[in-house]
């Protein structure tokens, strides 16, 4: 039997390298040794500001992605978060057992409720807890995400062993997974991570075509000559990216002139752009050939979401006894 975990992204618009890296390419290694699944977390989406005329398409746009990129549906399961009512059920009972402080101090929340103009509300607070059910829900046993996502996981196994002291043993504490992408820099300002709130330019979206990616990747943010030792964070994340899209005789090669300081970066950035678009080229083919078959992406969503369903249900139920929540059995 293989392990299971949950894992998911958000719908908030196209999905882009650093999510490729940092999650989806790991959940495609991992397809023959683990059960994923994977969902399209919409219920976390609505969190923040957002056009409910947009969810549908965005909800779609993400499923189109994850199978293009090569989620195997026989081998995985593709679900829609609100489409499991278990998981926000899970969530107020986790909610229930969990401090304020432990949510208050999460990174990404404090740096969000700086942002947000218009104030933060509950289900931002109580983001991480939903994030904790549907981990916990699938009994994971690890995780697969970027390295912006450990304060989470952190926090899911405390709660884990929250839930374990007071109810008995009843969850596995879940182990981040982190690939080799587990941390891609915005192309425009490479201190901060690559991300859809950076705005289009900042990163390389799966369904950019390649004279995209080329002109994306030309303003790439590097250095301006020698830097007396210490790489800038630009150039180390095109070195980065070159590890991973390119050969090791590619990345052998500019680490050579990087070293000599001969390198020119516009052809660096031509060979890497050569190279994204080698990988992406073909998952954005298969994207376009499944956009034309929009019965197929929703059956596949909506069989996925009752598959998720019949597990996080056993699991669900097992908590409420736990927590003496069952009066009537057999009802
Ligand atoms: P989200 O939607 O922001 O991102 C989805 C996944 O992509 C990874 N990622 C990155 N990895 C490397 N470099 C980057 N620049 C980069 N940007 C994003 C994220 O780490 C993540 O793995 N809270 C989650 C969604 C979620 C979830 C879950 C994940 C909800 N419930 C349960 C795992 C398990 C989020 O907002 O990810």
New binding site residues.
């Given amino acids: 039997m293989r392990q299971r975990y949950?894992?998911?992204?958000?719908p908030?618009g196209e999905l882009h390298i650093?999510?490729y890296?940092?999650?989806i390419k790991s959940w495609i290694g991992l397809q023959d040794t683990y059960e994923g699944i994977f969902?399209i977390?919409d219920y976390?989406a609505i969190t923040e500001p957002y056009k409910p005329s947009a969810m549908s398409k965005r909800v779609i746009d993400a499923a189109l992605d994850y199978l293009a990129a090569g989620l195997n549906p026989n081998k995985s399961i593709i679900m829609i978060q609100s489409l499991v009512p278990e998981h926000t059920e899970m969530a107020w009972l986790l909610n229930c057992i969990t401090p304020v402080s432990w949510v208050e101090r999460v990174p990404t929340y404090k740096e969000k409720a700086k942002q947000l103009k218009i104030g933060v509300n509950m289900g931002l607070l109580s983001y991480p807890v939903l994030?904790a059910a549907?981990?916990m829900l699938y009994k994971s046993t690890i995780?697969p995400?970027?390295?912006?996502?450990a304060p989470?996981l952190e926090l899911t196994r405390e709660i884990v062993r929250a839930f374990n002291g007071r109810f008995g043993d009843t969850f596995p504490e879940p182990q981040t997974y982190l690939g080799s992408?587990?941390?891609?820099?915005s192309l425009t300002e490479p201190t901060r991570?690559?991300?859809k709130s950076l705005g289009p330019q900042s990163y390389i979206a799966l369904s950019d075509p390649p004279y995209v990616i080329r002109a994306k990747l030309s303003k790439a943010v590097t250095d301006i000559g020698p830097t007396g030792g210490e790489i800038s964070p630009g150039t180390k994340n095109l070195f980065q990216l070159m590890s991973i899209f390119s050969s090791a005789e590619t990345y052998g090669h500019f680490k050579k002139l990087y070293d000599e300081e001969t390198i020119r970066y516009s052809e660096m950035k031509e060979k890497l752009a050569d190279d994204i678009i080698s990988v992406l080229g073909p998952i954005r083919d298969r994207r376009q050939e499944l956009s034309l078959k929009p019965d197929y992406v929703r059956d596949l969503l909506i069989e996925g979401s009752h598959k998720a369903r019949e597990i996080a249900r056993e699991t669900f139920l097992e908590a409420k006894d736990k927590m003496g929540l069952i009066y009537f059995y057999g009802e």
Avoid: C, P, W, Y
């Avoid at 949950?6 to 958000?10: C, L, N, P």
């Fill in positions: 949950f894992s998911g992204i958000q908030t650093g999510n890296l940092g999650a969902g977390v976390h994030m549907d981990i995780v995400v970027g390295e912006d996502q989470h992408g587990a941390r891609i820099m991570k690559m991300s």
